[in-house]
């Protein structure tokens, strides 16, 4: 005989109650997630959106934070309602590398990282901005969508501008203070070599017709001789000095003057030196011509201090618009430390020299061991 249940006793819960409580409990793990998914998007600096672009040409805006207002002067709804006003606010000449950038990433699925300008109507202002995004294929397969940030860079890039102006005041002081030091360089050279020049040959020779009236003392013919050879020094000295400050080849075009550099140079430190080029002469201008031969002194003394070279072979040809000069050596190469060491003032005012003059340099290994210093400058 059954017994009914006690009293005091409960039912077991039926299975369907823990159905009940699961959506509830899904709901509220949902609501939790979205919470702190909008509390991370409204600490982010800058906007979080998704956007779609369909294979008929249509665009849209399924997801826009509330940075939409902050950063583009609009609110989101409006801009979701009227997606077509995002491109609109692009400066014309920054339009085409955005849509350029935005097919590129639609086409291979790459990401899209894109910075240009916005005119903020509300501001009446230009803003720079960047985007960054990812995307992925629709499902359906007729579009795009991104999912990304935008960002306002205007500080940073109207620094990174000025920084970029600054260099440029820079470049262009460097580059007249070069032609003013060469200008200079002539005018003392030429004031040497004609004035101090001229005063010590006329001093020689006044006193070889003294000697000649000197009485017969051997003292004396031996002062004589002394003062003489002392005025064949001076001369020797200013005829250096003034080769050092402005070398009277570079009259006679750039290919002598580089030509004779190189037979100095072997001359003076025994190192085997080549010097090549297809044209008897080039046609170029003074200033070009002199930061030339000033950069290939330079790395020729870099040569002989550090290089510990055998062999040198200097090439200098040209093409219509350029003119390359290429040096290299057989010695111990340069390393990186050495390029970036704040003492290297030799190789720092040589690609300034290029520099300046619109060119390049570049420092590259040589095959086998050495150091190759390739110039690249504008002819004209």
């Known amino acids: 005989m059954s017994h009914p249940p006690h009293p005091d006793r409960h039912p077991e819960p039926h299975a369907d109650a823990h159905a009940d409580t699961e959506p509830h409990s899904h709901a509220a793990a949902l609501r939790q997630a979205q919470a702190r998914f909008d509390a991370i998007v409204r600490n ?9 672009w369909y294979g008929d040409g249509r665009v849209a805006f399924p997801y826009l934070s509330d940075g939409c207002q902050a950063l583009l002067g609009m609110p989101a709804a409006e801009l979701r309602l009227h997606p077509e006003r995002f491109e609109a606010l692009i400066l014309d000449d920054d339009r085409k590398s955005y849509t350029d950038a935005m097919l590129a990433s639609a086409t291979a699925l790459s990401a899209w990282n894109w910075e240009g300008r916005i005119w903020v109507d509300a501001w009446r202002d230009v803003k720079w901005i960047n985007l960054r995004c990812t995307p992925h294929a629709l499902p359906s397969g007729d579009g795009v969508q991104w999912e990304g940030i935008m960002t306002n860079i205007t500080e940073s890039k109207l620094e990174q501008l000025e920084v970029r102006k600054s260099r440029a005041r820079l470049a262009e002081l460097t580059a007249h203070i070069e032609t003013v030091k060469e200008q200079e360089r002539t005018r003392i050279a030429r004031e040497i070599h004609d004035d101090l020049g001229g005063n010590l040959t006329a ?72 010097f090549t080029c297809a044209d008897k002469d080039i046609d170029v201008a003074p200033d070009r011509a002199s930061a030339l031969f000033r950069i290939l002194q330079e790395a020729l003394t870099n040569i002989a201090k550090h290089a510990h070279a055998s062999h040198v072979d200097v090439q200098l040809s040209r093409t219509r618009s350029y003119l390359h000069l290429k040096i290299t050596d057989n010695g111990l190469g340069i390393r990186q430390a050495d390029r970036s060491k704040p003492q290297s003032f030799g190789l720092r005012g040589m690609a300034e020299r290029a520099a300046a003059l619109g060119g390049t340099l570049s420092l590259t290994h040589a095959h086998g061991g050495g150091t190759v210093v390739a110039i690249k400058i504008r002819r004209d």
Not at 45 to 50: A, I
């Open 44 to 52: 982010m600096p800058g906007l979080v959106y998704q956007f779609a």
């Open 203 to 274: 001093i020689k020779m006044a006193l070889a017709m003294l000697a000649k009236r000197l009485p017969p003392d051997p003292a004396l013919q031996e002062k004589t001789a002394y003062v003489d050879a002392l005025v064949d020094r001076t001369i020797d000295a200013v005829h250096r000095i003034s080769l050092d400050l402005r070398p009277s080849i570079l009259d006679f075009g750039l290919v002598a003057a580089l030509e004779w550099q190189v037979r100095e140079f072997a001359d003076q430190t025994g190192i085997d030196c080549v």
